[in-house]
């Protein structure tokens, strides 16, 4: 038993040593912490570092400094000392190595540098040690200041992307120069040699994260930090490390694997558990506007109950879930901001409904319309206006506002940021204790009644760059970040909280917030709005789901079902929730059936790549969602226009030309992001395209797929990996034609069976299309539904397997051949 025990430990410690290790060490007066993929080296005299690929062998951080407000590492009084410290977090196993820059009567500096076992990338961060006698307040930390030389000279490639949220624009730019807010991605080198690197905040708590590269002659300015209006206070004697962290990732050459690889860390180090709205809400307020969906004036408490009921008899929740969006917004002096109570939705109008108040008989209170939609199968959403004033409130409970003053002026102003809704008076403080309960009685009463999820709108107002906190070591990002960590904690974690965020393209509500829109006032969709949400594929569905707005199927440009088509499925390839502008009672039969082949959305927290990103289009065209080696899903989005000519009122922009048919191409075998799929060249695929239920054709991995798409028309093509047995390669379900719908699928080779399970939707006919490849058909059966079977096309080898189930749900069925 020893001799065993003994070979046990010795098998454990041989795998231990061959594993990847991070290494910490110094040599004279050289700090160096490195794995198997890169090394950062700190410099003791100078206080620089610099950084290594070593996959390549190539510097890619060259005399790079950190900074905490006026104390920068270059200042030559400060005295450094160094610790290691091993962790484990979400992220795996690492070492931390910490740096401490001294100096008599000034606090001391923190800069640390975690790299894990297993992992490209490093993280970063910034602090303070106050050993003085007096407070400091930070406003500002900087840990990367430095430069990347290029490597090869002059270089063919050159792009930036920026990492935006909200409505601030995002797009591929060559220009020399971004700054960008959250993370960025810089891509250089030549078409055989891409280099690139992304840089950005890692966790959000009490610091905005930005991120800049500026490009001169051979080399690129990088910098990373952190920066706040207010600042943080950190008192005598006090150790301040922030949980607010950087990462750097300079050794994942493709671009987009390189994102990928970032929204998936800000996503484990935040522990973000992100609810995905895989149903459609209805918004009450797009309903009842002339101008949007046209009425019915809907947007009252009966209101909802009854558009609830129209859904329902529409037959709409077979194929999916649906919320209802009540929009109490009233924009008198006194109004039902602050309050957010039943009695007030009791007395006062909404904007979109004229007549009566908000809550109205038989549904007067949150309890009553929330329940009676839970009832008919829906799910009800609530709406605030943030911080914007009910100056009734602000007089009766002085001691909620921010300086403890009803009528405290704004005297600076964050830029881009505006108080005019509150005229111009500062509103109320999140961090105020009895503000605090205040809330949490609002949504107890909200979440007693039902409500699953709630719209913040003009959160800009609770962006308070002037303080004026009960709590006095709250920042302006955590004070705004605790507005939504109450409507979180309050609802409940599998509740659907929404950021409006028109003004900030911040990040810093990650893990609060399920959804953030990225645009204005709307219920229309172009190709400039699309490429917002898609360019940030890598958190779309991932950390947050981007939102465009309402969409209208009868305001569509082609108004026909191309149009509206596009406007389904780019919502839906291209974001990560479906507002809806318009009543189901008013939809056409062909848009009402075409808008449930877009539901229910996938779960997975994965968003179609924009493939050809950098090819220097104006907008991506063609979106690839890996479904597995063998199986894409590939969307062609025709955006050409007569003229190529955008106009708007700021960010918000739209085409002034009208569309025209193009052909759309894309390379199957190639690097992914520069024209290509990536697909294996060696092998043959089959092509089925969604909306029009044409077989395309069979191709091979060297060709080229080309489409000539009519005008504004989006085209959904899967593509299957040609086996050797009969294979599935479409439904008619859903427009990812088999990634939700075909539950398993299955070929028996001695049997000569395909077998499967498919949800199947009551009283409508399921198709499959199957590719023989080169068998017959025999037979095809359905338990406890009717099954048949249909050749469509011989010459290819084409069959529908069609499943008709009064009841529907899922169903087993096999295939037999001959």
């Known amino acids: ?162 990492g935006n949220g909200g409505a601030e624009n995002t797009g591929v730019t060559t220009n020399n120069e971004l700054l960008s807010r959250n993370n960025l991605l810089c891509v250089q080198g030549t078409k055989n040699k891409i280099n690139s690197f992304v840089i950005g905040g890692l966790t959000y708590h009490e610091f905005e994260k930005f991120a800049r590269v500026r490009k001169n002659d051979n080399t690129i ?59 459609p809400t209805l918004c ?124 405290q002026r704004a005297f600076s102003r964050d830029a881009g940021d505006t108080w005019s809704y509150n005229n111009p008076m500062m509103s109320y403080d999140f961090t105020d204790p009895g503000f605090i309960a205040h809330m949490q009685k609002v949504y107890a009463n909200w979440k007693e009644g039902g409500i699953k999820g709630m719209m913040f709108d003009y959160p800009h107002t609770a962006w308070v760059a002037d303080g004026g906190f009960e709590d006095k070591f709250a920042t302006t990002a955590s004070a705004y970040r605790k507005m939504f960590q109450l409507a979180y904690e309050g609802l409940g974690p599998g509740s659907y909280i929404h950021e409006r965020n028109l003004s900030r393209g911040s990040d810093i509500s990650l893990g609060l917030v399920a959804s953030q829109r990225t645009w204005g006032d709307v219920d229309r969709l172009n190709p400039y709005m699309v490429s917002r949400d898609g360019l940030r594929w890598y958190k779309n569905r991932v950390v947050v789901n981007y939102d465009k707005d309402a969409k209208n199927p009868n305001h569509t440009s082609p108004f026909n079902s191309d149009g509206w088509r596009t406007m389904y499925t780019m919502s839906y390839i291209a974001g990560g929730r479906f507002l809806l502008g318009l009543s189901f009672s008013k939809m056409t039969d062909e848009q009402y059936f075409d808008f449930t082949r877009i539901f229910p959305y996938h779960i997975q927290s994965q968003s179609a790549r924009p493939v050809d990103a950098f090819t220097g289009k104006i907008f991506p065209q063609v979106y690839d969602f890996t ?55 060696q092998s043959n695929y089959y092509v089925y395209d969604f909306w029009n239920d044409i077989f395309v054709g069979r191709i091979s991995g060297r060709d080229t797929i080309k489409q000539l798409l009519r005008p504004g028309e989006t085209r959904m093509l899967s593509v299957h990996k040609v086996e050797n047995n009969p294979q599935f390669i479409s439904t008619n379900r859903h427009i990812m ?60 080898g084409l069959i529908t397997l069609s499943i008709d189930s009064p009841k529907g749900g899922y169903i087993n069925w096999t295939a037999s051949f001959k």
């Open 1 to 162: 038993m020893k001799k065993l025990q003994s070979s046990l430990m010795c098998f454990v410690l041989t795998v231990n040593s061959i594993l990847p290790q991070v290494v910490i060490q110094q040599n004279n007066t050289q700090l160096s912490i490195k794995n198997e993929f890169t090394e950062l080296l700190f410099n003791m005299n100078k206080g620089t570092y610099r950084a290594i690929n070593l996959l390549t062998g190539q510097e890619y951080l060259t005399d790079a400094s950190f900074l905490i407000e006026s104390l920068s590492s270059l200042d030559t009084f400060l005295r450094y000392s160094w610790k290691e410290e091993p962790f484990t977090d979400n992220i795996g196993i690492g070492k931390k190595l910490v740096i401490t820059g001294s100096k008599s009567g000034l606090p001391d500096v923190i800069f640390e540098v975690s790299m894990y076992n297993d992992k490209t990338f490093i993280v970063l961060n910034c602090g303070v040690n106050n050993v003085t006698t007096y407070p400091v307040r930070i406003k500002g930390l900087y840990p990367l200041i430095g430069k990347k030389i290029y490597s090869e000279g002059k270089e063919e490639l050159f792009y930036l992307l920026d």
């Open 221 to 279: 300015q990088i910098y990373l930090y952190s920066r706040d209006p207010f600042g943080k206070l950190i008192e005598p004697g006090t150790l301040y490390i922030p949980d607010d962290k950087f990462y750097i990732d300079f050794c994942t050459s493709n671009p987009l694997e390189s994102l990928e690889k970032y929204g998936q860390t800000v996503r484990i180090a935040q522990d973000i558990r992100l609810n995905v709205y895989d149903f």
């Open 284 to 407: 009450l307020w797009y309903v009842g506007i002339d101008g949007y969906g046209g009425g019915p004036k809907s947007n009252d408490s009966p209101g909802a109950v009854w558009e609830m009921e129209q859904a329902k008899k529409r037959g709409f929740l077979k194929y999916s879930r649906l919320g209802i969006r009540l929009v109490p917004d009233n924009y008198d002096k006194n109004n039902q901001q602050g309050w957010w109570d039943d009695e007030h939705y009791q007395k006062i109008a909404n904007t979109a409904n004229y007549i009566g108040p908000c809550y109205k008989p038989p549904y007067e209170t949150t309890k009553k319309w929330g329940e009676a939609v839970i009832n008919l199968g829906g799910l009800p959403f609530m709406y605030s206006q943030s911080a914007r004033r009910s100056e009734d409130f602000c007089l009766q409970y002085p001691e909620y506002m921010l300086y403890n003053n009803s009528f």
């Open 627 to 681: 479904v597995n080696e063998n199986w894409h899903q590939v969307t062609f989005y025709n955006t050409t226009l007569d003229k190529e000519i955008y106009e708007g009122r700021g960010r918000d922009k739209s085409p002034v030309g009208k569309y025209i048919a193009a052909e759309i191409s894309i390379a199957c075998s190639g690097e992914p992001g520069f024209g290509a799929l990536g697909l294996e060249a």
């Open 737 to 796: 034609q088999g990634y939700l719908d075909m539950i398993e699928i299955k070929w028996d080779d001695n049997r000569r069976e395909l077998s499967g399970k498919s949800n199947v939707v009551a009283g409508e006919t399921y198709k499959i299309v199957v590719v023989s490849n080169g068998r017959k058909i025999s037979k095809f059966t359905a338990k406890n539904a009717n099954a048949n079977w249909k050749l469509i096309d011989e010459k290819n």
